[in-house]
Nanobody, 122 residues
Framework: QVQLVESGGGLVQAGGSLRLSCAAS????????MAWFRQAPGKEREFVAA????????AYADSVKGRFTISRDNAQNTGYLQMNSLKSEDTAVYYC???????????????WGQGTQVTVSS
C-alpha cells in the first residue's frame, strides 16, 4: 500500500509558476511509477505527466510539454510537478498517482492522492 498526499496548490496569475509535491508513505516509493492528472470543473480527468520508477523515462500531455516538468526524489519519497508559464486553462484539481507495474498516459494507477487545487487567474 502507498498513501499519497499532494501539496503546493494555490492561486497564481497567468504566466506564473507553482511546484506541486506528492509525499508518499507506506511501501518504498522508489519501486512505483508516478503520474500527475488533473480535473477541471465539468471536465473529465486528464493525464498531465508520468515518470517511471527509475526516473529514466517521462511522458507529458501535449498541452503541458515545455512548461511542466515531472521529477522525483526517491530518497525523500516525494514526487514533484514544476509548472511554469501557467495559463488559465491549467486551472484544475491536480492528483498524484502511483502504480507498481504500469506507467504512462493510459495506465491504470492503483494509488491516488486527494488532490490539490490550482487556480490560474488571467
Amino acid at each position: 500500500q502507498v498513501q499519497l498526499v499532494e501539496s503546493g496548490g494555490g492561486l497564481v496569475q497567468a504566466g506564473g509558476s507553482l511546484r506541486l509535491s506528492c509525499a508518499a508513505s507506506g511501501r518504498s516509493f522508489s519501486s512505483y511509477a508516478m503520474a500527475w492528472f488533473r480535473q477541471a470543473p465539468g471536465k473529465e480527468r486528464e493525464f498531465v505527466a508520468a515518470m517511471r520508477w527509475s526516473g529514466g523515462s517521462t511522458a507529458y500531455a501535449d498541452s503541458v510539454k515545455g512548461r511542466f516538468t515531472i521529477s522525483r526524489d526517491n530518497a525523500q519519497n516525494t514526487g514533484y510537478l514544476q509548472m511554469n508559464s501557467l495559463k488559465s486553462e491549467d486551472t484544475a484539481v491536480y492528483y498524484c498517482a502511483a502504480d507498481r507495474t504500469n506507467w504512462g498516459p493510459r495506465a491504470n494507477y492503483d494509488y491516488w492522492g486527494q488532490g490539490t487545487q490550482v487556480t490560474v487567474s488571467s
